[in-house]
């Protein structure tokens, strides 16, 4: 497998031409997430795509349930020397020796894919180039095993985040505009970002696919399969399904109004019991 991207590890990663924080930005008492999102993103799907190394919480609380992290492949490699090549490492984690002497001049790059599973269904798949300079790093992520988001809690750091693009259906490489992947049957249903994650000593560069656009709208249904069992497609125009029969006159308004006859007929007759017990009560009581 190669890089998500052209990579040169002994570089620092690039930096977007507008940087994250003319969108994300804060002061004493004020908060602003203002992404030149696409039009079709909606609110739910904004959360998801402005998560900060923290996706996996996220998605744990928007479906809740644990998100696990499923390992897919991994290929590190070495760099003993500033002007030395990068030399695969065949076994991970890597040996003491390795691990001990990762530094700036002497870093660790590792691709990897993960699945990020919710209830057995895979709700993201997360691509990875990351870029270790420290023993200390090196020895969670390599030897501890810890998965990206998990590294940022565990090293109490907030990482500097850069988004770099957001889009639907198929993923396209930036130079030439040509498919990366797809990864579901019905690309259309797809959501993706690129983003980088940066604290010292630990830089990533990150693809995440969302497979399918439902699991945003209608959670417990796409979970469980059941959207797919009865054939039902997502609407591409970005509305929320809940919502739709708020927007059209069929079926949505005649359902309102059909509710509103009941509230109506149900209000006229307990106001004529009530009539109907003064009435009677008065009698007994002159």
Known sequence: MSALWPLQPQSPLPKPNMPSSQYDSYNAKTTSVSYPWPKEVTPV????LAAQGDLQRVLSAF??????????YSQTTHQPTPTS?????????????????????????????V????????VCTATSTVRITSPEVAHLFLQEKYAIGQMFRRMEKVPQFELLAVGFGAVKDKEDDQVVQSY??????????KYTLVMPHFECEILEVF??????????????GEMDAKGQHYNYSGSVPELLALQRGGDGSSAMNTGVKVVVVV???????????????GKMFC
Do not use: N, Y
């Open 85 to 113: 090549a990068f030399i695969p490492l065949p076994s991970v984690p890597p040996p003491p020796g390795i691990i001990s002497s990762t530094s700036a001049a002497s870093p660790i790059v590792q691709t990897r894919q």
């Open 63 to 72: 479906f809740a349930r644990p998100i696990v992290v499923a390992l897919v």
């Open 267 to 281: 209000g006229f007759l307990i106001m004529a019991a009530f009539e109907a017990t003064r009435l009677f009560g």
């Open 45 to 48: 799907e904004r959360i998801a």
């Open 184 to 193: 579901t049957a019905d690309v259309r249903r797809q959501l993706w970002r």
């Open 211 to 224: 497979p399918d656009r439902r699991m945003f709208s209608s959670s417990e249904m796409w979970l469980s």
């Open 115 to 122: 699945h990020l599973q919710c209830g057995g269904r895979i």
